[in-house]
């Protein structure tokens, strides 16, 4: 729901300033725009009308209208906080969740983020004491920017819209690539922009006089239950959470759809909410696809599914899209297939609800648990351990090469998140010598590490999951690429009350019988056919690699790994020697070659066309 953008500064009083960064975001919010501007500061809101469609616009002001409010996201027991607001005597002028952030801010303070059942991100500001007070939801499901440029705070929901700003200055993030590169994301709170900033989830801000202050507000902490736990009775308190969960997630006053795979976590919402239509894409190619089973989910439930069979060709133009709606450089794979989805989706619904957040909260990926085999190779002696991984580490992309790596390394030393695209080291060796750094992976991840000492490692990573992978990557592609399209997404499993129960699950309920989150499966199978719940994961597929051994994506690639700005970035010969290996079948490195690509692209859209 919606998007907004503001500054704070005394010398701007240009008013098409604000209105063009408005215009950078009406994607966000094509129903309406609203504006505040006074000596102080300006700012703008784009709606996506969802609730309270006749009088919920933005801004909105309490009673004495010294407070101002913009707000992205839905909060989920705005009712019951409302029936509470108003006997203590706050009087409400519309029926939004804004409203009740604002008069509960006014009661409570930032005590109101306690309260706050849902997804969000807003600015209240007073203007009074010209103080302006902000805040992220715990999972960091909706985004949230600032930056401080020639004493001009600026804040967003997209970076994109900063640059029209006079005092805004695009500068290039050099400490970023090298990470990136590493990730597949940028997992740093600095942006690829010099000098911008995202909020983490589970903080606000608070900006007043010049002064910034960062604070948390939310501690995530795992507390695995030690009692004996039956089985039927956590299943039954899982199913009852999602159930509640969905309840809440699906209150709107418009049409409501859901996005569904093949797999158990998008299925079992699908299970629950039974809405009239769901919406599925797949890949010409076999083993890329995932419709067949999705219809035939769909018409087991008696609903209308509907779906998009993606080409090559409009996988290769969609990503520049990609890139532009993503703000920073992003390569997951699977962006551009939800990009597509999510265009599909939004000519029929204005909201759908997803599976995001089932995997990091009930121990879903495959790479939580160590095999059976190098469980077995950790027994040997960690110094001939060490000399194999050593040696592995210098070794092309070939099959084993991570087996030996990881089989050397602690879960601390190994683990940094769901995707690790090139080594420290290969990152510094394919980046020019501008942008070599001494940054490791394992110096991102630490102080995560640090938090959960002490518990199992399963444990260990789904916080580093929950904290880098999923803010980062995972729920900035769901709000980047739904938002493109007008499209709200809303993420069930990421509620407060169901995170409550994650959180108490014993390592058992993870993993067991050799099946990924059990107790979520079991919980599914209340809901879902049986042959679903114990389907392996498979997320978006996508035939990158089948790609670029055809002869004409290829040359797409090609050409980028030749521009004259990629040689600043890359060493290209090492690009291209690996694209063409890659083309010929000699290695297997679609993933690297993709994160480069993407780069580039992205830097193109920024930075060369903009």
Known sequence: MCGFVGYINKKNKDKTVIQNMSNKIVHRGPDSEGLYTDEDINMAFRRLSIIDLKSGDQPIYNENKNLVILFNGEIYNFQELREDLIK????????????????????????????????????????????????????????????????????????????????????????????????????????????????????????????????????????????????????????????????????SDVKVGAFLSSGIDSSYIVSILKPNETFTVGFEQNGFNEIKPAKELSNMLNIQNTDKTISADEFFDAVPKVQYYSDEPHANLSSVPLYYLSELSRKDVTVVLSGEGADELFGGYQTYPESIIIRAYRQLPKAIRKLNGKIAKKLPDIKGKDFFIRGAETVEESYIGQAKVYTDEEANDIVTEEYKTDIKAKDITKPYFDKVKG????????????????????????????????????????????????????????????????????????????????????????????????????????????????????????????????????????????????????????????
């Open 88 to 251: 203590k005597g706050h009087i409400f002028t519309t029926k939004t969740d804004t409203e009740v952030i604002l008069h509960g801010y006014e009661e409570y303070k930032e005590k109101i983020l306690d309260k706050l059942r849902g997804m969000y991100a807003f600015v209240i500001y007073d203007k009074q004491d010209k103080r302006l007070f902000a805040a992220r939801d715990i999972f960091g499901i909706k985004p949230f920017y600032y930056a401080k440029m020639n004493d001009t705070f600026l804040f967003g929901s997209e970076i994109k819209s900063f640059i029209p700003h006079p005092d805004f200055k695009k500068e290039l993030n050099k400490e970023a690539l090298k990470t990136y590169l590493t990730f597949q994301y940028n997992p740093m709170e600095e942006t690829f922009f010099k000098g911008v900033y995202k909020l983490k989830p589970g903080h606000y801000l608070i900006y007043c006089n010049g002064n910034l202050l960062v604070k948390p507000f939310f501690n995530l902490e795992f507390k695995p239950s030690e009692e004996n736990i039956k089985e039927k009775d956590l299943i039954k308190s899982i199913n009852d959470e999602l159930v509640s969960s969905v309840e809440h997630h699906k209150i």
């Open 455 to 610: 518990l199992d490692d399963i444990t260990k990573k789904q916080y580093v999951d929950m904290f880098l992978w999923l803010p980062n990557d995972i729920l900035l592609k769901a709000d980047k690429m739904t938002m493109a399209h007008s499209l709200e997404l809303r993420v069930p499993y990421l509620d407060k009350e169901v995170l409550k129960l994650a959180l108490t699950l014993p390592k058992k309920y993870k993993f067991k019988n050799n099946l990924s989150k059990y107790a979520l499966r079991k919980a599914s199978a209340t809901k879902i056919p049986e042959e679903w719940f114990n389907r392996p994961k498979l997320g978006f597929l996508v035939p990158f690699k089948e790609f670029i051994k055809q002869e004409k994506y290829y040359n797409i690639v090609k050409k980028e790994f030749e521009a004259d700005y990629a040689k600043d970035f890359f060493d290209t010969d090492k690009l291209l020697d690996m694209l063409e290996k890659h083309y010929k079948g000699i290695e297997q490195t679609h993933r690297k070659i993709y994160t480069a690509y993407t780069f580039l692209l992205w830097y193109k859209q920024f930075f060369i066309n903009c």
